[in-house]
């Protein structure tokens, strides 16, 4: 069978001469694609997986080409560039597919949406599938623009979606005839567990929103949990004041985003459970930390930790109201250092006489 390209027969051999001339040009599109990608959701703030990228290789393109035997133009075959894109909820698919739909020229015509296209009653690879070109009003750079005949083949699903197709094209079975009865009854089985894992998921991550939306409210009322102690290190000025103060103690050019999982389990053993607890407890240690820190923190550090305010309130908790068998069980679970323990040792002896006064 022969092909008309530009006023020349051309046959499937040419197509794929053709590419193969061109396959660094395909390569350079697809490595500027993506990188546009990955700044685009970036940008707009949009929590993804993650964004891969593959230019079809010259055998694959062969072997597409002699099996469709149906192409008259290179740019007529949509996949020679691909992006995909996988996300942690499914909602996120939606957010990235109007922002696709706003950057770029759609190809309709070869743009599909499986997961409204996929009949009910089957089982499959529910992903959202765009063909797309450059669009000049938004794509400005002259290093894109260069590119703008060129089509780009963007796919967009959650984490679950995606597992789902690749243990599908693991298991090898390319349609549902194929499958043997039993087979398919647990395949739709485990496409119902997939998906309605998938709504569960966005379900808890919308209720965590919710729940931080609350504590932005009422946060001193709230038990303490990683998300309410999130919003305790924004809320709270004490905490920000010895945030500063311990940044410039310390000399730190930097600080860390810091992890409350182990802050959580001290205040557990202190028998502090109320983050009401937590603000009385700074307001009455504040000074007093700012004042023999350095006893604790004597070399300084570039990095500091972001929860460092709290975790000094657990070790002036310790020294001061606790004593010497909670002192020894305290640092058998929490202390790893014999150095630090020392540290915390010292400032114990020096605060052997303090008396907490009530905070107001």
């Not at 599109?29 to 993506?34: A, H, I, K």
């Not at 000049?136 to 750079?141: D, F, M, Q």
């Not at 599908?168 to 089985?189: C, T």
């Amino acid at each position: 069978m022969t092909r008309e390209l530009e006023g020349k027969i051309m046959d499937n051999e040419d197509l794929v001469r053709e590419y193969s001339n061109n396959l660094t040009t395909y390569e350079q599109f697809t490595n500027l694609m993506e990188t546009y990608i990955c700044n685009l959701l970036n940008r707009e703030q949009i929590s993804f997986h993650s964004i891969t990228s593959r230019t079809k290789s010259i055998e694959s393109l062969s072997k597409k080409i002699e099996l469709k035997n149906k192409y008259q133009k290179l740019d007529e075959i949509t996949d020679l560039s691909g992006i995909r894109v996988i996300t942690y909820y499914t909602d996120t698919v939606d957010q990235i597919s109007k922002l696709i739909e706003n950057e770029f020229i759609i190809d309709r015509d070869n743009s599909i949406d499986k997961r409204k296209s996929l009949d009910p009653k089957r089982f499959g690879y529910r992903s959202l599938h765009y063909v797309v070109q450059i669009d000049p009003k938004y794509v400005k750079a002259q290093e894109y623009l260069k590119y703008h005949n060129l089509k780009l083949e963007i796919q967009i699903s959650s984490i679950l979606q995606y597992t789902w197709a690749e243990i599908e094209h693991d298991l090898g079975y390319k349609s549902q005839e194929e499958i043997p009865y039993d087979i398919k009854r647990s395949f739709s089985r485990l496409a119902g567990l997939l998906e309605l894992a998938d709504e569960e998921f966005l379900r808890i991550k919308n209720e965590i929103f919710a729940y931080q939306n609350h504590l932005l409210l009422s946060y001193l009322s709230a038990d303490i949990d990683k998300e309410s102690l999130a919003v305790f290190k924004v809320k709270s000025p004490e905490y920000n004041e010895l945030t500063e103060f311990l940044i410039k103690e310390m000399k730190a050019k930097k600080v860390s985003q810091g992890n409350f999982e182990n802050i959580i389990r001290m205040f557990e053993y202190l028998n502090i459970s109320k983050l009401q607890e937590v603000d009385q407890k700074l307001k009455q240690y504040q000074q007093l930390i700012m004042e023999h820190i350095d006893v604790l923190y004597r070399d300084a550090t570039s990095i500091i930790s972001g929860d460092m305010p709290l975790l000094c309130l657990c070790y002036f908790i310790l020294v001061v109201e606790k004593g010497e068998v909670e002192f020894e069980k305290f640092t058998e679970q929490f202390i790893s250092s014999v150095n630090f323990k020392n540290r915390l040792i010292e400032l114990k002896r020096i605060l052997k006489d303090y008396k907490l006064e009530a905070a107001d």
